[in-house]
């Protein structure tokens, strides 16, 4: 089977006969984040705010009161100041102010650790992490394989201590800068499950996951689990399910619990494998 060119308002048309041959039946794909494209240092918005709610927001902001506290750690910060870094801090912080904890500033470094994120490599404890409603950190699920499942992380884990300093009131981006280091390093970490407080200590590892795994269930059932929408995702979603259209399964089951989102075309396209042309799979307003 061949993939269409991926497109946001419309997918790709299957052949009638694949559709027989294999059903959906999980739920429709989800897009968790919209398109991604990191550059080198610049904002990219996950979301796309509706441009009538910022009417009233100046064209300009005034920067009058940050150039006076910039004049003040210049005159008496007893310290090393890094022009950079107070810039990545005025631009993270705009980012933060709008009170969204999925809209992030990355500058350069923190944009190529995302992105070698999607792609599948890095190196750190193998552990998908999100922030509940009270802005914890918390472990989504631990990499079948990797350190943090051997160390016994388990769902619903807040991250409370990262190294002994507090991971309280830092983005997600952050934690996971901490916790992520050379291969062979260890890592401290002060776990809070069911209010019960748990020191591990884990020894960071290269992680490598491919965003796509697939077998045959009982039943004659084809399952596809999707960890994340990488550039890996539409070329082994594919194979996956030609693999399975050849062992004849009466049916797939499309699993992407736990897939904390990633690129919007990679989405597109898995999505194009069962749904006709012209079917909308993401409607912004």
Do not use: C, H
Not at 77 to 105: F, N, S, V
Not at 234 to 250: E, I, P, R, S
Not at 266 to 273: G, H, I, K, P, Y
Request: proline share 4%; aromatic share 4%; glycine share 10%.
């Amino acid at each position: 089977m061949e993939l269409p060119q991926p497109s946001i308002e419309q997918t790709g048309k299957k052949p009638k006969n694949w559709r027989k041959t294999i059903g959906l039946t999980a739920a429709a794909v989800l897009i968790f984040l919209s398109g991604v494209g990191i550059g080198d240092g610049r904002i990219m918005l996950v979301r796309s705010a509706n441009k009538s709610e910022q009417k009233s927001l100046p064209a300009n902001l005034d920067y009058t009161s940050v150039e006076q506290v910039y004049d003040t750690l210049k005159k008496d910060y007893d310290g090393q100041l890094d022009a950079t870094k107070l810039l990545d801090g005025i631009k993270a912080g705009l980012a933060t102010a709008a009170g969204d904890p999925y809209t992030e500033y990355m500058n350069k470094t923190e944009a190529k650790d995302f992105n070698n994120q999607l792609s599948g490599t890095f190196t750190g404890i193998g552990a998908e992490l999100s922030k509940d409603a009270q802005g914890n950190v918390i472990v989504i699920s631990p990499i079948s394989g990797f350190p943090a499942e051997k160390a016994g992380l388990k769902p619903k884990d807040i991250i409370a201590e990262i190294d002994g300093k507090p991971a309280t009131g830092i983005t997600l981006n952050d934690a996971v800068s901490k916790i992520r280091g050379a291969a062979g390093t260890t890592v401290k970490l002060k776990l809070i499950r069911n209010s019960q407080p748990i020191d591990v200590e884990i020894t960071r590892a290269t992680i490598t996951v491919p965003s796509v795994d697939s077998k045959v269930l009982d039943g004659n059932i084809g399952y596809i689990k999707i960890s994340r929408f990488g550039d890996d995702t539409a070329q082994l979603a594919t194979k996956a399910a030609q693999d399975l259209k050849q062992q004849n399964v009466k049916g797939v089951v499309l699993d992407m619990r736990s897939d904390p989102g990633g690129l919007l075309d990679a989405a597109v396209s898995v999505s194009s494998l069962w749904l006709d042309q012209g079917k909308t799979v993401l409607t912004e307003r």
